[in-house]
């Protein structure tokens, strides 16, 4: 079944915009509970407001779980001998699955950043409670040094290459020898890790494999996607990429990378937003077709259109599931509570201590002179507190934690052990 542009352009518009990630399907469920889930690992925690001059310290539960865990998940996927093992049918295929798994630890490690990926994948599903893998066939223009022949018969060497069809160059040394170059497009394999906020599903979606549709961003620079072949008239024509006000951006940045401004770039230095939705729709012979329809950030542009054969290039992971559903829990989602109530209880035991070093005192204004309240303020040790008579100045009695707050600190750190999995002793997964 052949689609209009338009039809498709419809299509993916009503998809993405019913669908939960970053579209209005979800009604920014996910996206407050990553902004928390980023502002909990950082140790910023507005929803915990304090009083004024009161302890601001925080509990660091969230960060010290992923980061605990991390190290043993990395050591499960690629710490052994096979990221990825084929198993022989035969005795005969042994060789042959032996070549396959070497090569997909080469792919992956060799000619892709390989634990990079895995770790930022991991640490997406840890934090944010999704982590995404995306794969691609990518195409760059290689130049090639095929022989070397003397510089006088070079050009007709190259007639002959190209009456055959054969697109070869002869580049002069300058030393009566000419070397023949050819350029020819070498394809590979790229697996990339895309951040959880800029990838969306369908509501129906359980099994990501078997999804109708799914849709991520990205934003690239003009020049990139004009390289990649995508139509320079159309490239430019699309709307510069400003950072919105998006809070999850805001949460990730350590050195303020999202306050870019329209005008930072220019010319085909700025950056766009493009969307590449993937989408399931009946064919001629009324099978589901997946199509890669790639749009503007408005799905009012078509940039590209393209039929794909196999699965969805994507594979996701979870750290707790939720059954019947595509979406489960995080480690971020377990613990920050278990992170509020170790903030409160740890800021009553600082305030403890400050009340009791720094006492409020009584003073009896009758008997005071001169010099009794600015001696009181000089809180340091051995200096003295003048005053017409003794009995001028008395500790106002406070009111002490009635508990062992350290004993409570350490039940509500089992208490995170226990919902999470991730214990101390043991220094990683339960």
């Known amino acids: 079944m ?17 669908s939960i990630g970053w579209g209005e399907g979800d009604q920014g469920t996910l996206r407050d509970k990553r902004e928390r889930a980023l502002e909990y690992h950082r140790g910023v925690m507005d929803d915990l407001p304090t009083l004024e ?11 010290e779980a992923v980061e605990t865990a991390l190290p043993d ?23 042959k699955a032996q070549q396959e798994s070497d090569y997909v630890k080469y792919v992956i490690f060799q000619e892709n950043p390989g634990a990079m990926v895995f770790y930022t994948t ?13 794969w691609y066939w990518d195409k760059e223009e290689v130049e090639e040094n095929l022989a070397e022949v003397p510089t006088e018969s070079a050009a007709q060497v190259v007639m002959v290459a190209q009456a055959q069809g054969m697109e070869l160059e002869a580049e002069d040394n300058g030393q009566g020898v000419s070397v023949l170059k050819r350029k020819r497009l070498r394809g590979s394999v790229k697996i990339i890790s895309i951040p959880p906020e800029d990838f969306t599903v369908a509501k129906d979606t359980v099994y990501l494999p078997d999804a109708t549709y799914c849709c991520y961003r990205a934003r690239p ?30 949460a990730r940045d350590m050195g303020g990378e999202n306050t870019q401004d329209v005008l930072d770039s220019v010319d085909d230095l ?5 969307r590449y939705h993937y989408i399931r729709l009946l064919g001629e012979d009324g099978s589901l077709c997946l199509h ?4 503007d950030s408005e799905e009012k542009v078509l940039i590209d259109k393209e039929e794909i054969e196999g699965r969805l290039p994507f594979g996701a992971i979870t750290p707790y599931l939720n059954p019947h559903r595509f979406y489960g829990e995080s480690v971020a989602d377990k613990l920050m509570e278990i992170q509020r109530i170790k903030t409160s209880l740890l800021r009553m035991f600082l305030d403890s201590g400050y009340f009791a070093l720094n006492q409020r005192m009584e003073v009896a204004m009758d008997l005071a002179n001169e010099y009794t309240i600015s001696d009181l303020l000089n809180n340091v040790p051995n200096m003295p507190v003048r005053v017409k008579q003794a009995g001028v100045v008395r500790p106002i009695t406070a009111g002490g934690l009635n508990f062992d707050a350290l004993a409570a600190l350490e039940h509500v750190s089992v208490m995170g ?14």
Do not use: C, W
């Open 53 to 63: 001059d009161r302890s601001k310290a925080v509990s660091t539960d969230v960060a």
């Open 417 to 430: 052990e226990q919902r999470t999995g991730i214990v101390r002793n043991a220094q990683g997964l339960n």
């Open 122 to 134: 991991l640490k997406d599903a840890l934090l944010s409670g999704l982590g995404l893998f995306h």
């Open 73 to 95: 998940l990395m050591e499960i996927f690629i710490g052994g001998d096979d990221v990825a093992t084929f198993q022989p049918s035969s005795a005969e295929d042994e060789e």
């Open 292 to 295: 890669k329809i790639t749009t």
């Open 221 to 250: 620079r003009i020049q990139d996607l004009i390289a990649d072949g995508v139509d320079p008239k159309v490239a430019r024509s699309l709307k510069p990429y400003v950072t919105p006000d998006e809070q999850i951006a805001l």
């Open 270 to 274: 700025q950056q766009v937003e493009v």
């Open 2 to 18: 052949k689609y209009e542009d338009d039809d498709l352009l419809r299509y993916v518009r009503t998809e993405r915009m019913a």
